[in-house]
């Protein structure tokens, strides 16, 4: 069988690498694909992941029997119902789904309807509505962006003035373009966070291993938010007491509520939680894997990755047992110095000749220059995964080969884990 896969980041590599363990799998096609994903599957670097005309055209031409589709933004512009109209099986919710995450107005309010545990919040469109709002509502706050706008449209605003500054850099600036026409104002929450990655047909829903995501580009959880600097699976605090909360006012509620207002989502339903004193809440939603929680999560995946995304397109999820290994998965981001402000592209790098059994490089940000070598091309450019019977040792493991790959300002934290490490000693 031949499979295309829309992306080219760290989250479609582990995506690949996966199905690939499929022996029906003859060819995997990366749109665009990058440098490093050329290792494992056919990139086609001209066909952007939003050039729709293109990917159906060429899933058509190349006999695809089976497509992925895993960034947020060919989802919301409907890349999946196109395929579809191709009659070519695809995983991925339909972009009427996708707006579970394409909209935090929309997620907000379906969140307010179904009486889904979330932060209290309030939507503007209009700039002084919003900074008048402002001036009376409780500090610490955060702010975000309607629509997408590659992981940096919240804003945790520990004072008034920041918080102002937000609004203003979303609606007057418009620094995250027609994402911040409108934006929401919400609560904030303190807690443990969890990221727990589901598949679900729309009915049926089996989550993934529980993660933990480290989006601050400092240790300590300093710094700039980013689109995540590393992950650990699992999360010592998603227990499994908690776990059974979260299906039951949380997991199952949200697939109810999408099936009422008219779209089922199918595929993956990201889940961003809170574990706050009230009990969990949800953060927000994303409509496709993580990134780099899947850097994570599918490597601790013992049940085929096809089997179970072809249950999903076919709705049959609830006759399919999904097994998951009992160890530990640690992942730390090599970025661009600089990230996720302004950084340098183009940097040579350099790998081992070899690597342990137990770690996986999952290629982000570099792409191939003309003389054929690896160089970077992005802000997060490498996802180096170990997988361990324990944390620590998945970490050790993980930091070891981190040490091995080189490029010019390369950036990584070095905390990666200690909170998991931490909160497992504690209980």
Not at 292 to 321: C, F, G, R, W
Request: charge should be negative.
């Amino acid at each position: 069988m031949k499979l295309l896969v829309v992306g080219g980041g760290g989250r479609e590599h582990a995506i690949i690498k996966k199905l690939k363990e499929n022996p029906s799998v003859e060819t995997i096609y990366a749109l665009p694909g990058n440098g490093g994903i050329a290792q494992d599957a056919v990139c086609i670097p001209e066909i952007g992941a939003k050039d729709l005309d293109k990917i159906v055209n060429f899933a058509k031409s190349h006999n695809i029997g089976f497509a992925v589709v895993a960034p947020d933004d060919p989802l919301a512009l409907g890349c999946v119902d196109r395929l579809h109209e191709a009659g070519i099986p695809c995983f991925g919710p339909d972009a009427k789904a996708a707006r579970i995450e394409a909209s935090k107005v929309f997620s907000k309010n379906l969140m307010m309807k179904y009486g889904i545990p979330t932060a209290r919040y309030a939507t503007f469109t209009d700039m002084e509505e919003a900074l008048d709002y402002l001036t009376t509502a409780p500090i610490p706050i955060v702010i975000k962006a309607d629509g997408l706008a590659l992981g940096k449209g919240v804003t945790i605003a520990m004072t008034r003035g920041e918080a102002a500054r937000a609004v203003r850099a979303a609606m007057e600036d418009r620094v995250f373009g027609d994402s911040g026409n409108a934006i929401v104002i919400e609560e904030y929450l303190e807690g443990p966070e969890v990221s727990v990655l589901a598949f679900t047909d729309g009915t049926a829903i089996r989550p993934m291993v529980s993660s933990m995501d480290h989006k601050r580009a400092g240790d300590g959880d300093t710094g700039l938010n980013t689109g995540g600097m590393g992950t650990v699976a699992p999360n010592p605090y998603y227990t499994a007491d908690v776990a059974q909360v979260c299906m039951d006012t949380i997991f199952l509620p949200t697939l109810a509520a999408m099936r009422a207002e008219g779209c089922p989502f199918k595929g993956c339903l990201y889940f961003g939680l809170m574990l706050t004193s009230d009990g969990p809440k949800v953060i927000e939603y994303n409509c496709r894997f993580g990134d780099p929680e899947t850097q994570v999560v599918l490597p601790l995946l013992k049940t085929d990755l096809l089997t179970i995304m072809q249950a999903v397109e076919n709705e049959t999820l609830s006759d399919l047992d999904i097994e998951w290994s009992g160890g530990s998965a640690a992942c730390v981001i090599l970025a661009s110095g600089g990230y996720p402000s302004h950084y340098e592209k183009g940097k040579a790098m350099t790998f081992p000749a070899s690597l342990p059994a137990n770690v996986a490089l999952y290629h982000a940000g570099d792409k191939l220059d003309g003389q054929g070598r690896l160089v970077t091309s992005g802000g997060r450019v490498l996802g180096v995964t170990a997988v361990a019977p324990t944390l620590n040792e998945a970490l050790a493991d993980a930091y070891a080969a981190a040490e091995t790959v080189d490029y010019e300002g390369k950036y990584l934290r070095r905390d990666i884990g200690r909170r998991a490490l931490a909160a497992m000693e504690g209980q």
